[in-house]
């Protein structure tokens, strides 16, 4: 019943026609959005079962970046299916057994029958994957200018690792959150950009040929650490104590300068009269830089984190040239009401911003989350070379296909493959019930399609294309999705089904419960029973 709870909440808010939810927490700051995995972990679920459909919508987040919303639906529809199973007097293992085996032919019969393939994959067709992806999104108005910039995005940050294989990492496409202008206003920008400006405004607003020096340390006033006293009697010896603090911060920023560092990054603070020896040496320095960040710029630069200027062998204080990055170009820039640092041209690694614009933090949160989920999306395409067509095309193929495949078996599994097969359209029905269209109607129209092209022989092309069928909800209609643009990737669906499969077998798996009581209570439990019986 928790489950089925859990999945009514998303339900509706599946597909291009889906609807929003506001959230509001306890502090009453509101979220709106129709991300499955934002709504789930916004929750505050206590059923143990429903917890396990919590953290599978996280892990669809973070594998795939997409399909949140569905795996929950589909999860819940599994587990429904198998406990009418049980009712009727099958055992769970059995049931298992059969979720096993139908997660395996579905995998099979997707890579063998459904997926597009590489030779098929354009730019176009990468294009098409992202503007799915925003088609439920806050974005959908605007998925061509989105989706554009988003593959450009991860065009630009392509790398090869150790092992030879190209990776598009999302995390060097970093978002950038600014108030004003409408949304078309968003930009993308070459390099990486931090919410940061100069520490001071007498140093340069612009560096090229840049050494970048990235340190974890406070840059103040050299401080005693608490409890250490130190007891004089005389005047001039206090104040040349204070003066020797103010020498050891001066020495700290000589040492950097001296090493070559023309731009330094400090994730603490920096003392005003610290930063009069960076102006006179002409250095950017920026304080109070969030830890990803300095993380993220040292690893694309090259620079690496120093936590302390200690040597281990001697204990002096020193700055090696070899810990400073480079970076092409360094410049403040002002956007909307902020300043913020651009990095251009690192060294390591390329990295991209996309600056978002909108009227208000609702808006401007929703567009971060669908960007974030169409990155992923293009990620997966660019990095596995294989779509499938969507709108309910996959799950009515593999549920004709699951259908006809458990009744070639003669064991008990043939009826949970059969729920295996109905449970899967539960998907297509949804999106059809969220678009407010016939859903017995479309999805008996697809199921006719897809037996017609699963049958047909090897000759019959036109009968072999009606596989990319799917549901056109804007006109309540079936269409060949691969030609309309309705695309996904691969990844998506078959990491869906697996984790799906996964957590209704895991839950299934459970036959009872044991709640453990707290020893405090189960002491005065005791203790009460015990004068009771007096």
């Given at each position: ?6 999945a ?51 892990i669809?987040?973070?594998?795939v ?8 639906i ?6 429904r ?22 997660l ?35 974005l959908s ?11 450009r ?21 970093h978002?950038?959150?600014t ?13 990486y ?6 520490g ?43 003066q ?25 603070g ?8 960076f102006?006179e040496?002409?250095v ?14 040292a ?41 913020y ?19 208000n ?12 989920d ?22 009515v ?13 003669s064991?008990?599994?043939q009826?949970?493959?059969a729920?295996?097969?109905e449970?899967?359209?539960?998907i ?7 678009a ?8 008996a129209?697809l199921?006719v399609?897809?037996k ?19 549901l ?5 209609k079936?269409?060949d ?9 691969t ?32 002491a ?11």
């Amino acid at each position: 019943m928790a489950v089925t709870g859990l999945a009514n909440i998303v339900k509706s808010s599946l597909g291009p026609q889906g609807l929003d939810k506001m959230l509001v927490d306890d502090i009453g700051d509101v979220t709106i959005t129709n991300d499955g995995a934002t709504i789930l972990k916004q929750l505050e679920v206590q059923h143990p079962a429903a917890k396990v459909l919590v953290e599978l919508s996280q892990i669809q987040d973070r594998e795939v970046g997409d399909g949140t919303t569905s795996v929950v639906i589909l999860a819940a529809e599994l587990l429904r299916r198998a406990n009418d199973l049980v009712k009727n007097k099958v055992h769970a293992t059995s049931i298992m057994a059969g979720y096993r085996m139908a997660l395996k032919e579905s995998v099979n019969f997707i890579q063998k029958s459904l997926i597009v393939r590489q030779s098929q994959l354009t730019e176009e067709s990468i294009l098409q994957a992202a503007k799915t992806s925003m088609s439920s999104k806050l974005l959908s108005a605007e998925s061509d200018f989105f989706a554009d910039m988003v593959v450009r995005a991860m065009h630009q940050v392509k790398m090869t690792n150790a092992s030879g294989t190209t990776k598009y990492p999302v995390k060097n496409v970093h978002i950038l959150k600014t108030h004003g202008l409408s949304s078309k206003e968003s930009m993308l920008v070459e390099g990486y950009a931090i919410e940061a400006s100069r520490g001071s405004q007498g140093m340069p607003k612009v560096l090229e040929n840049c050494k970048v020096a990235c340190v974890d340390f406070n840059l103040n006033k050299f401080r005693l650490q608490m409890g250490v006293q130190v007891l004089t009697r005389d005047a001039e010896e206090l104040d040349k104590i204070r003066q020797k603090e103010m020498d050891i911060c001066k020495m700290r920023c000589q040492k950097i300068i001296e090493a070559g560092a023309n731009v330094v990054l400090c994730s603490r603070g920096i003392d005003d009269f610290a930063l009069k020896y960076f102006v006179e040496a002409g250095v950017i320095a920026v304080r109070r830089v969030k830890k990803f960040d300095l993380r993220r710029i040292a690893k694309s630069t090259g620079a690496k984190v120093v936590i302390s200027l200690a040597d281990i062998e001697d204990g002096s204080e020193t700055f090696e040239a070899e810990n400073l990055g480079t970076c092409a170009k360094v410049e403040e820039r002002k956007i909307g009401d902020w300043e913020y640092m651009f990095f251009e041209g690192m060294a390591e690694q390329s990295a991209q911003t996309i600056i978002v614009r909108g009227a208000n933090e609702f808006f401007l949160d929703e567009i971060e989350r669908s960007l974030h989920d169409s990155l992923c999306v293009v990620k997966r395409v660019l990095e596995s070379n294989s779509l499938v067509a969507g709108g309910g095309a996959v799950e009515v193929a593999l549920s004709i296909y699951l259908d006809d495949f458990a009744r070639t078996l003669s064991t008990r599994e043939q009826l949970a493959i059969a729920e295996f097969s109905e449970a899967l359209l539960v998907i297509p029905k949804t999106l059809s019930m969220n678009a407010a269209k016939d859903a017995t109607d479309l999805i008996a129209k697809l199921r006719v399609f897809h037996k017609a092209a699963q049958k047909a022989g090897e000759e019959d092309q036109k009968k072999r294309d009606l596989i990319y069928s799917g549901l056109d909800l804007m006109n309540g209609k079936v269409r060949d999705n691969l030609k309309a643009g309705v695309l996904e990737p691969t990844m998506s669906k078959v990491k869906s089904l697996k984790f799906a499969t996964e957590a209704a077998i895991t839950i299934l798996r459970i036959d009872d419960m044991i709640k453990l009581i707290d020893p405090e209570k189960a002491a005065q439990m005791a203790q009460a029973q015990a004068a009771g019986q007096m």
